[in-house]
């Protein structure tokens, strides 16, 4: 059965950084577009960060421009999402996705498009 793992998460002060790992298992995810998204208590699911599946082409979330980097290792079946300069508002639980290939690719940022989801993973960024 494929899983997505997601680990990484925890607290840390503002100006601090995390990475985040997503593992997958049960299949690979080589061939799949990978993406980071997170959801705020009381807050909508947001994108954050997206990757093709060669790791070539990354996307950004406004929430995450400047700031995070997304990259994937396809050999260890592992994508990253590298945090620096967290704030405060970074604050959520962070998922990791994957969806199939689309032709002719687009629409990253649509949460619907991803079939497959890890479970989460907590990320408290304290003032």
């Known amino acids: 059965q494929a899983q997505l793992v997601e680990s990484g998460g925890g607290s840390v002060q503002a100006g601090g950084s995390l990475r985040l790992s997503c593992l997958a298992t049960?299949?690979?995810?080589?061939?799949?577009?990978m993406g980071w998204f997170r959801q705020a208590p009381g807050k909508e699911r947001e994108f954050v960060a997206a990757v093709s599946w060669t790791g070539g082409q990354t996307y950004y979330g406004d929430c995450a421009r400047g700031r995070f980097t997304i990259s994937r290792v396809n050999v260890e079946n592992t994508v990253y999402l590298q945090m620096n300069g967290l704030k405060p508002e970074d604050t959520a639980v962070y998922y990791c996705?994957?969806?199939?290939?689309?032709?002719?690719?687009?629409?990253?940022?649509?949460?619907?498009?991803?079939?497959?989801w890890g479970q989460g993973t907590q990320v408290t960024v304290s003032s």
């Open positions: 996705a994957a969806r199939p290939p689309v032709l002719g690719g687009g629409g990253y940022s649509d949460s619907g498009s991803y079939p497959y």
């Open positions: 049960g299949r690979a995810f080589s061939d799949y577009p």
